[in-house]
C-alpha cells in the first residue's frame, strides 16, 4: 500500500526557511513522479514543484521561483521542498502527491499524503 506523509511545516516569519519532506512507503521513487501542492483558505489547490526520474524537476508556480527547490534522498523514498524567502502568501497547508507522471492538475496525481500547515507571518 502506498502511503505518504508530509511534515516539515510551521510558523515562520517572512523571509525565512522551511524544509519539507514527504516520505514515501510501499513505494520508491524511481518510477514515479512526486509534487507539491498547497492550497490556502478559499482558494483552489495550486501545482506548486514536481520532481520525477524521466522529466526532471517542473516549476508549476510562477511565484517560487528561485526561492523553491525540490529534491530526493538518495533512496528514493523521501522527497524535499525547500522553501527560501518565504512571503506571507506562500502560507497555505501543503501537500504531496505520487503518480507516474507529474501534472499541475490535482486530479492527475493518484496518491496523497495529509497536508502540513506552512504559516508566514509579515
Known amino acids: 500500500e502506498v502511503q505518504l506523509q508530509a511534515s516539515g511545516g510551521g510558523l515562520v516569519q517572512a523571509g525565512g526557511s522551511l524544509r519539507l519532506s514527504c516520505a514515501a512507503s510501499?513505494?520508491?521513487?524511481?518510477?514515479?513522479?512526486i509534487g507539491w501542492f498547497r492550497q490556502a483558505p478559499m482558494k483552489e489547490r495550486e501545482a506548486v514543484l514536481c520532481i520525477s526520474k524521466r522529466d526532471g524537476i517542473t516549476i508549476y508556480a510562477d511565484s517560487v521561483k528561485g526561492r523553491f527547490t525540490i529534491s530526493s534522498d538518495n533512496a528514493k523514498t523521501t522527497v524535499f521542498l525547500q522553501m527560501n524567502s518565504l512571503k506571507p502568501e506562500d502560507s497555505a497547508a501543503y501537500f504531496c502527491a505520487l503518480d507516474r507522471r507529474c501534472d499541475d492538475d490535482a486530479y492527475g496525481m493518484g496518491y496523497w499524503g495529509k497536508g502540513t500547515q506552512v504559516t508566514v507571518s509579515s
Open positions: 510501499g513505494v520508491t521513487f524511481d518510477d514515479y513522479a
